[in-house]
Every structure is written in structure tokens, then in C-alpha cells.
């Protein structure tokens, strides 16, 4: 099967080959996103390499809490649903996380043409490093194919459950793409430029640390109106954080009415975009739906199109806007493969 070992580093890898093993996730589980999150001091982290002679066959991230509560509730597998309280055991202390900690995105790094053995014989690995220390084995937010591919390496041990989705548009590089859509989504779409052909506003693109003074307080007040906490230092501090990434392009695009005030946060990579966090203050009324759409959907798309980038992420949450203008879903899951579970995985009787 080659050689398999655990690694502390991810500079212990071939950049080009890591990234091309799982896109999946695009940047959230990139090279160098998962370089950021390996500087957090919050985690410990670790790598299961998998080399055939010069070519690297996996590169599966693990990582271990330093902290008494899980840094992201998100992460907490006692909180994910689990069927027969599947994720009860796992603490922080008690688990090991697969592929990734932050983001709500994980790839699995894994070469997609290993068989379903080489991969049982990598998962045994995960479950005698777990075991030794009495951990149980949790899989945050992977897609349904990596799911899937997961099941069969467990012979179905793991317990799933639907963690969300996450909303995409594809084809956006075509001339053709707008015509090719169905009619209601063409409809909505021409209603929304209208709607804001109708509102004077100025808008423009700017980078976060010429904006964050008051964009930060934005995006945490729409959090906060969505029913979760996250202060508008931190707001700043993560977006910070991701700015000083070498490889991804961060900016913002910002609009202005009369009376309101919003930003979007963008997040290019490679050939994706990826809109990430809006925030808008003012009443609910036409003025600020517009700035809305246009900060969502208008303005991102039309950047990429001028670009040739042909995928856009919309991130999770808010289905029916986006639903109505075209995007399409793909799941992801948490799951957890119990201590007890883990242990006998170790010991080769799964």
C-alpha cells in the first residue's frame, strides 16, 4: 500500500499535490487555510500521509482541542442530533476531529482513486491514533461523497446526520448562463434589477482593513439577528486573519442609499468565489431589499462573470432567495465513530 505515517506539518507536503487531492471545499481546505489553522493555539494538529513512492496518495488532517469547550459550538458533536446519542461521549478531551476545525467545511484529502481496503486501512490508522488516547473519532461537515466513502471504510460503523447545505452556481463563465436558467429564475433576477435600478445607490469594492471600522459592526448585528453571537472585534480578528492568507483574494463590496448602509464579504480562490457574510443596517422595506440583492447576488455574479470564474459559493443558511435565483445544494454531515467503536477499529475487529 505504500508508506503511512503521521506527520506534525502540513510544510511537510507538496503544495500543489495536497490541494489537489480534495477541492471539494474549496479554500476553507486549502494548503494554505489549513497552514492558518494549524498556527491556532487553540488546536493541535496532525497529518495522516499516505505516499506511493513520490506521489502523495492522502494527507488527512486531525486535530485535537486544547480548549475545556469546543472554540466553535458548530464542532460540538453532542450538539449535531445524532441518532441513540451517538455524540455524547465526545468532549473536547475525547475527540479526535478528521479533516478539518473551522470553516463548517471539510475536505478529506484523500486520492480519489484509492480502493475501498486502502481507505479501511487509513481509517484504522485514525482509530489506533485515537485509540491510544481514548478518543472517540468525528467527521465535521464533510460532503456526501466523502460520506459515503467514509461508510464503506467503516462498513457502516459510523453514525451520520445532516449537518446542512451549502449553496453553489455553476456556469456562470458561459455567455449562455442567464438564457440557460429556467424562466422563474430568469424572472427573479430581472425583477431584482429593477428593484434596483430604482434605488439610487453607490457601490464599490474595497479592501476589509479600509472598511472593517464599521463593516465589522454590520456583519455582527446580522448575526445576531439570525439568533447567533459574534462581536464585532472577533468579526474583524477572523476576517483579519484571512486578509493575511497569501492565497486567496478578500474584499468587500459595500452599497449606499439614502437611508442604508450594507457590505458583503467576498472571498475569491483560484477560479471560485465565495460569498461569505452580509450585513445591512436600516428597516426592512424595498430600499434595503435592493441593497440586499444587489450586495448577494448581482454584484458577485457579475464580478465573476467579468473574471471567467465559473463557480460561486453561497454559503449555507438562507435556501429560498437562493433557491429562486438559480443555485443548487449539496449536503454535508457530521458524524462520529463512538470510542468504543474506535477501539475495536484499532484492534482490527470491524
Known amino acids: 500500500m505504500g508508506d503511512i505515517h503521521f506527520t506534525s506539518a502540513i510544510a511537510d507536503f507538496d503544495r500543489q499535490q495536497f490541494d489537489a487531492l480534495d477541492r471539494t471545499a474549496g479554500f476553507a481546505s486549502s494548503y494554505s487555510r489549513l497552514l492558518q489553522k494549524e498556527r491556532d493555539a487553540r488546536w493541535s494538529s496532525r497529518y495522516l500521509e499516505w505516499t506511493d513512492g513520490s506521489r502523495l496518495r492522502a494527507a488527512i488532517p486531525v486535530y485535537r482541542s486544547r480548549m475545556k469547550a469546543w472554540p466553535d459550538p458548530g464542532y460540538d458533536p453532542r450538539s449535531w442530533g445524532l441518532p441513540d446519542g451517538a455524540g455524547d461521549g465526545c468532549s473536547p478531551e ?57 461508510a464503506a471504510a467503516s462498513h457502516d460503523r459510523i453514525v451520520w446526520t445532516g449537518l446542512g447545505r451549502e449553496a453553489h452556481m455553476f456556469g456562470l463563465s458561459d455567455p449562455r448562463w442567464e438564457s440557460g436558467l429556467p424562466s422563474k429564475v430568469r424572472n427573479t433576477i430581472h425583477r431584482d434589477r429593477r428593484k434596483i435600478a430604482a434605488v439610487p445607490m453607490a457601490v464599490s469594492r474595497e479592501r476589509w482593513d479600509e472598511v472593517s471600522a464599521w463593516a465589522a459592526e454590520l456583519i455582527s448585528l446580522h448575526y445576531a439577528g439570525k439568533g447567533t453571537s459574534e462581536r464585532p472585534e472577533f468579526v474583524d480578528l477572523r476576517y483579519s486573519e484571512l486578509q493575511e492568507n497569501p492565497d486567496i483574494d478578500l474584499f468587500v463590496f459595500t452599497a449606499q442609499s439614502s437611508g442604508i448602509r450594507g457590505v458583503q464579504t467576498i472571498v475569491a480562490w483560484e477560479d471560485e ?78
Do not use: W
Open 94 to 150: 475525547a475527540t479526535l476531529m478528521v479533516g478539518g476545525c473551522g470553516d463548517r467545511r471539510t475536505g478529506l484529502h484523500v486520492d480519489p482513486d484509492a480502493t475501498p481496503g486502502q481507505l479501511h486501512g487509513l481509517l484504522i490508522e485514525l482509530a489506533r491514533l485515537a485509540a491510544e488516547e481514548e478518543r472517540c473519532l468525528a467527521f465535521p461537515y464533510v460532503y456526501t461523497e466523502a460520506r459515503n466513502v467514509l
Open 273 to 350: 468565489l465565495e460569498v461569505y457574510d452580509v450585513g445591512l443596517d436600516g428597516e426592512e422595506g424595498g430600499e434595503r431589499f435592493a441593497l440586499y440583492v444587489n450586495l448577494l447576488f448581482q454584484l458577485p455574479f457579475a464580478y465573476a462573470r467579468a473574471r471567467g470564474i465559473d463557480h460561486v459559493r453561497l454559503g449555507a443558511k438562507a435556501e429560498t432567495p437562493k433557491a429562486a435565483r438559480g443555485a443548487v445544494f449539496q449536503d454535508y454531515h457530521g458524524g462520529v465513530l463512538s470510542a468504543v467503536e474506535t477501539r475495536r477499529f484499532a484492534r482490527g475487529e470491524a
